[in-house]
């Protein structure tokens, strides 16, 4: 005799697929994670949608998927039905990571509250202010000299490269930075690095599908929760620090903001203000940064290295236009060309690969398909800044495509590296300040060469978390 809940469930999952868009078909259990390579590879999405269409539905498990490939049917879904698509999903794997704490991960009211004070805090510490754009200077000539050290010899930039943009979100959340061989600062880094890892792993899916089984056995997952608990106790000794050392005087970091909010709302019911969600914004602030701005310079430098004749023409504008001057965000207007090559590094380089799923937080039609409550939905942004109809050279590096004919710097509207609609990345105008000044500072300052002997530059990228490229050794030869 067969279970009664079995012919409900088998209902349920025939209801929902005549809903649901197409898409390949799913086996029982696993669903099309075995077509996937149990990843959310951006080529092998992009590729289904030449089968399926621009809106298609993969299973991971038992659990749909809705998928949105090219800028049309993103727009049409992210940017607008941005509130209705402003949930996340509640992965077991990242769930039991995370928690739905703090701002990346988080819903409804939790995410509502949280986000306005992340975005109203970066503003108030000086976000478009002299105040900090002068510390992002700061940390662009330790950067230069770090790079003179080397003398010209070939090296890994990954690391000076990832000090650097952590300083930066270290002053804005601690208050503080952190010498390169601060042995805090490189297990920081390390766990960091590792729990970003095994997010877009293999083994993240098979947690997500069998939870109950992967809690019992080991594996790098179960690394992973270590490094969790090494970075939450890092981020509670610093509350704990701030805590201690509370003045009256004017909040100075992110920190000093959220105890002063959690005072202020202590006797709001509907408050979501207390340690441990600062302990996850905390932990959202480095490690969506730190990923992110780390890797777009680093893809930057690669590309200079690729395309010499790119460089020497930012050189050349920045040489004409600065003459030697310090360089603000403001000057951003007068350098269209290095503006075009930032913007490209960000389009070509597509760190974020798929971007984070959503969920539909009420019921939605997109297009002719009706999409259910609680329904997963991806913005395959990959397929957005590759997108034909929209680039000039999709599948090559090349700065005109933010550029008109007269040379001018020219926005294009299917560039969303940072996501679109509501969750769009909260630390975008931070990540743009940093890459302008890192990035045309070290242009100011060095010329970027392979070491001597080779000739190939591998401009393919790995898939973790985010699109990286492979290590690399580069010669920075100081510019007279």
């Keep these: 005799m067969q279970h009664p809940n079995k012919h409900h469930h088998s209902a349920n999952l025939i209801w929902a697929t005549r809903n649901l868009p197409p898409g390949p078909v799913p086996f029982p259990f696993i669903g099309n994670l075995w077509t996937l390579s149990f990843k959310l590879h951006p080529d092998t999405l992009t590729k289904l949608a030449e089968t399926y269409g621009n809106i298609y539905t993969v299973w991971l498990g038992e659990t749909p998927l809705v998928v949105l490939n090219g800028y049309k049917a993103v727009k049409d879904g992210i940017i607008s039905h941005s509130e209705v698509l402003s949930g996340r999903p509640v992965a077991s794997f990242l769930k039991d990571l995370i928690g739905g704490k703090g701002i990346v991960m988080a819903n409804g009211h939790t995410w509502k509250q949280q986000r306005r004070f992340g975005l109203m805090t970066l503003r108030k510490l000086g976000l478009g202010k002299s105040v900090l754009e002068s510390q992002i200077q700061v940390e662009a000539r330790c950067m230069v000299e770090q790079f003179t050290a080397e003398r010209g010899e070939p090296f890994d930039p990954i690391f000076i490269l990832e000090h650097a943009v952590s300083n930066i979100i270290s ?137 010499p004749h790119i460089q020497e023409k930012v050189q050349k504008e920045l040489d004409t236009v600065l003459d030697g001057n310090p ?129 190939e530059v591998n401009t393919q990228y790995r898939y973790k978390l985010t699109l990286q490229p492979h290590p690399f050794k580069i010669c920075a030869i100081p510019r007279l």
């Design 171 to 307: 002053a804005v959340v601690y208050g503080h930075r952190f010498p390169i061989d601060d042995d805090t600062f490189q297990e920081l880094i390390r766990s960091n690095h590792y729990i970003t890892e095994n997010l877009s792993s293999p083994w993240a899916r098979i947690y997500d599908a069998f939870p109950w089984l992967m809690k019992r056995i080991p594996g790098p997952h179960q690394t992973a929760f270590r490094h969790m608990n090494y970075l939450n106790e890092y981020a509670k000794n610093e509350i704990k620090i701030h805590k201690e050392n509370i003045s009256s005087g004017e909040p100075q970091d992110v920190i000093d903001h959220y105890l002063a909010r959690i005072n202020k709302c202590r006797n709001e019911t509907d408050s979501t203000f207390d340690e441990e969600n600062l302990m996850a914004v905390i932990i959202d602030f480095f490690g969506a940064g730190i990923e992110t701005t780390g890797v777009s310079m680093l893809w930057g430098l690669l590309y200079m290295v690729a395309y």
């Design 327 to 455: 360089l603000y965000y403001e000057d951003r207007k007068r350098l269209p060309y290095t503006n075009a090559v930032i913007h490209e590094i960000l389009r070509f380089g597509n760190i974020s690969a798929v971007g984070i799923p959503r969920t539909c937080i009420k019921d939605l039609k997109v297009r002719n398909y009706f999409l259910q409550k609680h329904t997963m939905v991806l913005a395959n942004l990959h397929s957005v800044l590759y997108d034909p109809k929209y680039w000039k050279t999709p599948k090559q590096f090349n700065p005109q495509n933010f550029l008109d004919r007269g040379g001018n710097f020219l926005m294009n509207e299917a560039f969303m590296p940072f996501s679109a609609g509501s969750r769009v990345c909260l630390g975008e105008q931070l990540a743009r300040f940093q890459l302008f000044i890192f990035f045309s500072t070290l242009m100011q300052s060095f010329s970027f060469r392979l070491p001597e002997g080779e000739t």
